[in-house]
């Protein structure tokens, strides 16, 4: 019987020790699922396809006000480094512990939103207070409340799931925080993040087992009280009357609309081109930003169109897998709210781009250009694809 030296059993025992603690720090102590890696893959196109027609949509207007045709560009992309540092981080973080900051994060999100109402402290920009920051490092408070309210419901409806029935116990606790998100956005003034903040809170509720009888009651109150502030205020109205008949004002209120329906019945098929549309020649308002994907369309076309639309799909179904799989309760809640805040987020701006809304100064995630709307939403897909690590097999 030969004896291994002391020296080498020390070796094999501390060996693969210390590589579990090497993969543990670095989170790859788990197989990662295919759900996990899908759900990375389909956010990393996205995010070049944004970066390319980023470049090609920003180009004139970069080149006309600052000189250099790259100059919206080199800010996407840094951006885009910024949002895959939060993506990483975020999904080597056990999404549990996202439990323990709901206060402070709700606190903090809920606190900058009122500072950007604070005159000299938000920035305005075309009758909007939305911002805080300055020059080029700007972001809105409204996207940290997005992943607070969904952090928010999920953990309230997790830990009183037995009680969820009781009005009081869940639906009383989410509703008063959404109401007081909700009221503090609508003042700067943001109908459209209110809008995706009550989606995120809804959707929560159903999936959640609030009773179906109390979520129609409080979606038919919602729809009605969003009727009138569509019409309360004259540019909200002038939307819905383009919506209604885009083609009466084509010069004026229905501009913008008009110049997407025309970029996109000139793509065809395949497009006219990557770079050379013609709408990004100070024809279509927001280019690289809003209406993004009316540029998708003019310059690759139908086939561009439902390669994006089929990715938002494919999202789609990898969050509600996510969801489903999920290791607990919470998770599950997480995921749902996720999910449904990135794809009702694409469908507003999709639908808005093509006339099916009234237009909406919602950003197409990871492909429009944006700051903080990119990082807080890439911040919370790691989330969901720590979700989907977890998940059951």
Known sequence: MSVVPAPARVRRGIGPALDGLRRRALGTDRARPPGYVLIVGTVAVLNAIGCVMVLSASSVESLSNYGTAWYFFRRQLIWTALGVSAFVVASRIDYRRWRRWVVPLLVVSFGLLVAVLVPGVGIEVWGSRRWLGGGALRFQPSEVAKLALVVFAADVLARRSRRVHVPREALVPVLAVFGAFAAVVMLE????????????????????????????????????????????????????????????????????????????????????????????????????????????????????????????????????????????????????GITVWIVSQALINIASVIGLLPVSGITLPFVSFGGSSLLIAMGATGVLANVARQGRA
């Open 189 to 336: 003034p943001d109908m459209d993040s209110t809008v995706v903040l009550g989606i995120i809170v809804a959707s929560v509720l159903v999936v959640g087992g609030v009773r179906m009888l109390h979520v129609a009651t409080l979606g038919s109150l919602a729809v009605a009280a969003a009727a009138v502030f569509a019409v309360s205020a004259p540019y909200r109205r002038a939307r819905v009357l383009t919506f209604l008949h885009p083609t009466a004002d084509p010069s004026n209120t229905g501009y913008q609309l008009m110049q997407s329906l025309i970029a996109l019945g000139s793509g065809g098929w395949t497009g006219v081109g990557l770079g050379a549309g013609r709408s990004k020649w100070m024809f279509l308002p927001n280019a690289h930003t809003d209406f993004i994907f009316a540029v998708i369309g003019e310059e690759l076309g139908l086939l561009g169109c439902l390669i994006v639309v089929l990715l938002f799909a494919a999202f789609a179904v990898l969050g509600i897998r996510a969801a489903l799989r999920a290791p607990d309760r919470f998770g599950m809640l997480l995921a749902t």
